[in-house]
């Protein structure tokens, strides 16, 4: 398995700014995905981010909303830029380990004002 | 595209009781089948992982079974305790480039002491 970290594990934001939230494994993994979960539902896929390659976007979901990072194998951002209401949710990341395994972090909780 | 159900949305159980929580998935062509339990504001425990070609997997009180063929798994629960209380989340990946993972909306179990 892999211990995860997120940060910030919760927020309150205005609309119309940005939040970058950040997660960290502590083993090197190849596959780093972001999901959001929004209140009352499932959880939805936003981009899977391998380092050394330009994240892939899932369909609903643009590099210009939601920007990321991955600058090494054990660490990856996300941004929520231009936030409005319907932006508030849990957002988590994941890391694929052994055999597309998935573990997942604590996940960061956004309110949107 | 791959949708996946789980039924029922929600279960209500005394502690001590065995229940069945029950997941389908619509595309068959699936790499593996992973059940999730979430805690209420925290992240995603991986409970099983039960690769394409296997049956069944158990860990302790849990056991998983999967028809790939018919597109269903089930998540058997065992002597059930208050502390099994929490969301039940079924996820099926696709295999592919970046191994998605498709979530259903979930069982919330409730075992009653």
């Known amino acids: 398995s892999a211990v995860i970290s997120q940060k910030p594990s919760r927020d309150i934001c205005q609309r119309g700014t940005s939040l970058t939230i950040q997660c960290q494994v502590d083993?090197?993994?190849?596959?780093m995905f972001w999901y959001r979960q929004q209140p009352g539902q499932s959880l939805t896929l936003i981009a899977t981010?391998?380092?050394?390659?330009?994240?892939?976007?899932e369909s609903g979901f643009v590099i210009d909303k939601f920007p990321i990072s991955r600058p090494n194998l054990t660490f990856s951002t996300l941004t929520v830029s231009n936030m409005s209401p319907e932006d508030s949710s849990i957002y988590l990341c994941?890391?694929?380990?052994?055999?597309?395994?998935?573990?997942f972090g604590p996940g960061t909780r956004l309110t949107v004002l | 595209k791959q949708e996946v159900t789980q039924i029922p949305a929600a279960l209500s159980v005394p502690e001590g009781e065995n229940l069945v929580l029950n997941c389908s998935f619509t595309d068959s062509a699936i790499y593996n089948l992973q059940w999730f339990r979430q805690d209420p504001g925290k992240g995603l425990t991986s409970l099983l992982l039960i690769q394409s070609s296997q049956r069944e997997q158990t860990s302790g009180r849990l056991n998983a079974s999967l028809d790939k063929s018919s597109g269903r798994s089930t998540l058997y629960i065992a002597a059930s305790q208050p502390g099994d209380s929490a969301t039940y989340l079924c996820?099926?990946?696709?295999?592919?480039?970046?191994?998605?993972?498709?979530f259903g909306k979930g069982t919330l179990l409730t075992v009653n002491p």
């Open positions: 981010a391998n380092q050394g390659s330009e994240a892939t976007y």
């Open positions: 083993s090197q993994v190849t596959m």
């Open positions: 996820a099926v990946n696709g295999g592919g480039s970046n191994y998605k993972l498709t």
């Open positions: 994941s890391v694929g380990i052994i055999v597309s395994e998935q573990f």
